[in-house]
Nanobody
């Protein structure tokens, strides 16, 4: 049972990256999935989340209009398309399952409420 994030890299400001979160060993359909990031010296924060039932999407204000979260349950994949990247988007990005509240208030809830975490992928945006 695991999640694995991938797709990070080094990109210039204004560029794009597409992160992928691959699930294995469980049925993805049963979980909301969140993307989180942790910048150097800062706490991990929620970035986006997609619900299990109707695929409702949630974003923090700083990424609205730039990031798009999506899921493909058949492929057991969740994606985060990141456009117009800024240096402040730099950090390690993680995906995690949310079985408790299906993404409700994901950005304000404690991290321990998210069940399963994958290894992160590093995103570096140069200015």
């Amino acid at each position: 049972v695991q999640l694995q994030a991938s797709g990070g890299g080094l990109v210039q400001s204004g560029g794009s990256l597409r992160l992928s979160c691959a699930a294995s060993g469980f049925t993805l359909d049963y979980y909301g999935i969140g993307w989180f990031r942790q910048a150097p010296g800062k706490e991990r924060e929620g970035v986006s989340c997609i619900g299990k039932s109707d695929g409702t999407t949630h974003y923090i204000d700083s990424v609205k209009g730039r990031f798009t979260i999506s899921r493909d349950n058949a492929k057991k994949m969740v994606y985060l398309q990141m456009n117009s990247l800024k240096p402040e988007d730099t950090g390690v990005y993680y995906c995690a399952t949310d079985s408790l509240q299906d993404c409700d208030d994901f950005e304000r809830r404690p991290l321990y409420e998210f069940d399963l975490w994958g290894r992160g992928t590093l995103v570096t945006v140069s200015s």
